[in-house]
Each structure stands twice: as C-alpha cells, then as structure tokens.
C-alpha cells in the first residue's frame, strides 16, 4: 500500500498550488480520502475530504473558497487545490485513505488504522 504526495513547494502570496496524492496497492476506488497538514510543533488538521465515488466532497469552513478537493479513479488520483495561498498555509500535506463510512468529513476520526503518505512541503512565502 502506498500513497504518494506531490506538488508541494514554495510559493508566493495570492499564488496556488495543486497537490496530487498517487495511490497504489489498494483498490483505490473503496476509499475516501482526506487531506492534512501539519505544523511543527501543532496538530494535525484536517483540510479536505473526499468519498470514494467523488460525489461528495468537504473542505472544512475556514479553507472553502479557496481549496478544492477532487479525485480521478482511473488515475488513482486525488487532487488539492489551493488558491490565493498565504503564509498561514505553510505546512507539510498529508494524505490518507480510509474505508470508514463518513470519513470524508470525519475532521477527528483518522488515524493509525487508516493508510497515509508522507507528506509534502508546502512553504508560502509573505
């Protein structure tokens, strides 16, 4: 099982950035994916979640407008992206797949049971 992360980088203000998430080893369509990031020294957050059709889709209140998340099942593929970025948004994103029912807008629920990638480095320049 794997999951890939891509699309990272430094960026400046106002800019945007599509982060991908490659899986592979699973029967990727099964599974809802989230997206996260994480500070050093703070929690990790969710960001987004998607279910394992794409028909329904959540990006928690302080990121809508600006993120949107997306999935292509016959590239195994789930996308992030993030418009008008700002320094706030500076963190390493993670994704993660999961088989739980609900838990494309589950903010609290992921964890060890659940498969996840190693991240990617976001960095927002001011």
């Known amino acids: 099982v794997q999951l890939v992360e891509s699309g990272g980088g430094l960026v400046q203000t106002g800019g945007s950035l599509r982060l991908s998430c490659a899986a592979s080893?699973?029967?990727?369509?099964?599974?809802?994916i989230g997206w996260f990031r994480q500070v050093p020294g703070k929690e990790r957050e969710f960001v987004a979640g998607?279910?394992?059709?794409?028909?329904?889709?959540y990006v928690v209140d302080s990121l809508k407008g600006r993120f949107t998340i997306s999935r292509d099942n016959a590239k195994n593929t789930v996308y992030l992206q993030m418009n008008s970025l700002e320094p706030e948004d500076t963190a390493v994103y993670y994704c993660?797949?999961?088989?739980?029912?609900?838990?494309?807008?589950?903010?609290?629920?992921?964890?060890?049971?659940?498969?996840w990638g190693q991240g990617t480095q976001v960095t927002v320049s001011s």
């Open positions: 993660a797949a999961s088989l739980r029912t609900g838990a494309y807008l589950d903010v609290r629920g992921w964890g060890q049971d659940d498969y």
């Open positions: 080893g699973f029967t990727f369509d099964d599974y809802a």
């Open positions: 998607i279910s394992w059709t794409g028909a329904s889709k």
